[in-house]
């Protein structure tokens, strides 16, 4: 047998000591992350704050947001607080937010109302997307590139599209019970003055019936000129923009809703009605004006005219007028941008979503009655607009929409003529003081003229003269001055 000297077995310990040491430090490694994640922390779940706009407040938001971030929770690792607004409240309480600095993270924006999106972008309110898109292409592909860049102001995208419809034309909704009654030939009503016959019959045989209410906007400012208020006439090669109240136009207008009010056809307090819905769901007017006329929409108008049956006549060709009518954009003082455009491609590309937030809880709040087709529960407890939460054409059809109706909605928007200054913006900053003196003017004045109230010979001189006296003067030529500089920008002028 081989005898073992103390310096050879030292040697042998020292060996194996070392074997055992890397074998360890071997296991120790394939175990731990690697050094590229070693340093990495679990990400801990954010809230995401987010207001928008309702009509009327819904008393079931919780359980309806708890089930919205039981679903997006897993997925983005986050989940959303849901702040609705009165619509007719929005515009003062988001200034009140933006101008205190908080930090929300999304909120519903437009062209119009409280939405003030130009006015916000350029005083800095909202983040700049265009880095954070390219995380998000599943977003960034859910739109035509035409809508993305409806949203752009100095060449940059501020706001994701509430995609709907963005193609627009004028006319009547009209009851259909008094067409089938009267036996009313649709057909022959092809201008605004072609629905007084219609007006005259109800007026006459309908007691309790209002022929038509919320009138006011019936100005044709979007097919006889080229903005509202002020604007350039359609077709002008010139571009020349001029005060519409001033035009022959506009008085032959509010001559004949004067005549209209004084015969009975108009509500006698349009000058001063703030609950338009209110008064349609009634269902005691007869008639209404809209300046849309979707595919599919007079299904939607059915519970809004105290389920009654419309009828839509159009008598304007679509226009396409973009998508600055609804948008969600993400606050600048967001703590969590990127989770809170995460939150948008979801809302905008997953239907369940979409319509989760649109109408809520299935069996509670809606009762699906075919395919991809819902019938909303009455006095459920939740309520909100699917164009305000997001893309509707991945959103349900209501009971009585056709199949295509989204379809038919996308070939509208593609296909609808473009204006002539598709792209234009007007930034308001250097006149915003005579903006909000001929804001006040057209308050006091316009609607009252607009919907017949008073006598157009006492007050239409009245309301020009107090447009001069607020600045519409300089404020023309200031919109003339940007308008020229970016028509020749684009070698329009």
């Known amino acids: ?29 394939s175990s731990s992350p690697s050094p590229a994640s070693s340093t990495k922390v679990e990400e801990k779940p954010v809230e995401l704050t987010w207001y928008y706009i309702v009509y009327e407040m819904p008393t079931d938001l919780p359980a309806v947001q708890n089930a919205v971030n039981a679903y997006i929770q897993p997925k983005i690792n986050a989940t959303v607080k849901l702040m609705p607004i009165i619509e007719s409240a929005y515009g003062q309480k988001m200034n009140t937010m933006l101008a205190a600095g908080e930090s929300f993270d999304l909120a519903w924006t437009a062209r119009w109302g409280g939405g003030d999106y130009t006015n916000r972008v350029l005083k800095g309110a909202y983040l700049d997307l265009d880095t954070l898109l390219e995380k998000t292409p599943k977003l960034k592909a859910a739109m035509p590139e035409l809508a993305w860049t409806d949203t752009m102001l100095a060449g940059k995208i501020w706001a994701v599209p509430n995609y709907q419809v963005a193609a627009k034309a004028e006319g009547f909704i009209i009851q259909k019970r008094f067409i089938d009654k009267y036996k009313i030939d649709v057909s022959k009503i092809k201008t605004q003055a072609d629905i007084e016959p219609v007006l005259e019959i109800i007026k006459a045989n309908e007691p309790g019936i209002i022929p038509i209410a919320g009138s006011t906007n019936m100005f044709d400012y979007g097919k006889l000129w080229g903005f509202a208020r002020e604007g350039f006439r359609v077709n002008d090669p010139n571009y020349k923009i001029v005060n519409t109240v001033e035009s022959p136009e506009y008085k032959s207008f509010i001559e004949r809703q004067r005549r209209w009010y004084e015969k009975g056809y108009i509500y006698t307090d349009d000058a001063t009605l703030t609950t338009l819905p209110d008064l349609r769901k009634t269902g005691k007017v007869a008639v209404g004006w809209d300046t849309v006329m979707k595919p599919g929409g007079e299904v939607e108008e059915f519970a809004k005219f105290g389920n009654n049956e419309v009828v839509y006549v159009r008598i304007s060709e679509p226009e396409f007028t973009g998508v600055l009518d609804t948008m969600t954009a993400i606050n600048r003082k967001s703590k969590h941008p990127e989770k809170a455009l995460q939150l948008l491609e979801l809302v905008n590309t997953d239907p369940a979503l979409m319509n989760m937030l649109s109408y809520g809880i299935e069996g509670k709040h809606y009762q699906v009655v075919g395919q991809n087709t819902i019938k909303k529960i009455e006095k459920s407890g939740y309520s909100a607009e699917a164009w305000v939460m997001g893309n509707s054409l991945i959103s349900y059809l209501k009971e009585g929409q056709a199949p295509d109706t989204w379809t038919k909605t996308q070939e509208l928007n593609m296909s609808a003529k473009r204006p002539p200054v598709f792209g ?62 970016w028509l020749k920008a684009q070698s329009l002028k």
């Open 424 to 485: 234009y913006k007007f930034n308001n900053e250097p006149v915003k003081t005579e903006m909000a003196n001929l804001t006040a003017v057209t308050q006091e004045f316009a609607k009252a003229l607009q919907s017949g109230s008073v006598d157009p010979n006492v007050y239409l001189p009245k309301y020009i003269e107090a447009q001069k006296n607020a600045g519409i003067d300089k404020f023309i030529a200031e919109q003339q001055k940007q308008l020229d500089t």
């Open 1 to 29: 047998m081989k005898k073992w000297s103390f310096a050879m077995i030292r040697t042998i310990m020292l060996c194996l000591a070392v074997m055992l040491a890397a074998t360890a430090c071997t296991q120790e490694n």
